[in-house]
T-cell receptor
């Protein structure tokens, strides 16, 4: 069974960088796309971006200027960095696996991590 | 950007009822549509992908239909564990937009 687990600081100060890591077990990170998704009362559920094992990335255009997703293949992990955060970035952040066939769909999710942006 | 609009926003039903939730896309997305179920404190769970394909392990009382701009999720006979919030999500664009959700309550 595929299992994903988010980890990282839960409290981030405004203007600083949010950093999260997702550890994957039960599947190799060298296949599929690996995604970050967030959920907040104000914006609902929002796809942030994903990375392929080749290192190729795609980001939501609304966040692209502030987001970086990277892979650590030996550790079977991938990571999210979101810089210049504001209170509007307060949300539950999920990592998820994206299967591609026949359409992109998110079939395994982590439990989620509530990240609060506050001084 | 593609906008995804679900209706209704909330719905009350009883165990055993047949329930239908609608999702409309602001432009044609073919069959690039997925449905998720979310319970409080949990991550969304994939139910249906490609508009009508049932995810492995999901009960057959869940079904999806539609193409283009109009889609439906149907639960044929509600079970107590089905009371949750349901989201549609498009995979036609590189924003993978989610609907605003439909809360199904008793």
């Amino acid at each position: 069974q595929v299992h994903l687990q988010e980890s990282g600081p839960r409290l981030v100060k405004p203007s600083e960088t949010l950093s999260l890591t997702c550890t994957v077990s039960g599947a190799s990170i060298s296949t599929f796309f690996w995604s970050w998704i967030r959920q907040s009362p104000g914006k609902g559920v929002e796809w942030i971006g994903h990375i392929y094992y080749t290192g190729s990335t795609n980001y939501n255009p609304s966040l692209e200027s502030r987001v970086t997703i990277s892979l650590d293949t030996p550790k079977n992990q991938f990571s999210l960095k979101l810089n210049s955060v504001t209170a509007a970035d307060t949300a539950v952040y999920y990592c998820a696996r994206a299967s591609l066939s026949p359409v992109v769909h998110f079939d395994f999710w982590g439990q989620g991590s509530l990240i609060t942006v506050s001084s | 950007d593609i906008q995804m609009t679900q209706s209704p926003s909330s719905l009350s039903a009883s165990a055993g009822d047949r329930v239908t939730i609608t999702c409309r896309a602001s432009q044609s997305i073919g069959n690039y549509l997925n449905w998720y179920q979310q319970k409080p404190g949990e991550a969304p769970k994939l139910l249906i992908y490609a508009a009508s394909d049932l995810q492995s392990g999901v009960p057959s009382r869940f079904s999806g239909s539609g193409s283009g701009t109009d889609f439906t999720l149907t639960i044929s006979s509600l079970q107590p564990e089905d009371f949750a919030t349901y989201y549609c999500q498009e995979s036609s664009s590189l924003s993978y937009t989610f609907g605003q959700g439909t809360k199904l309550g008793i």
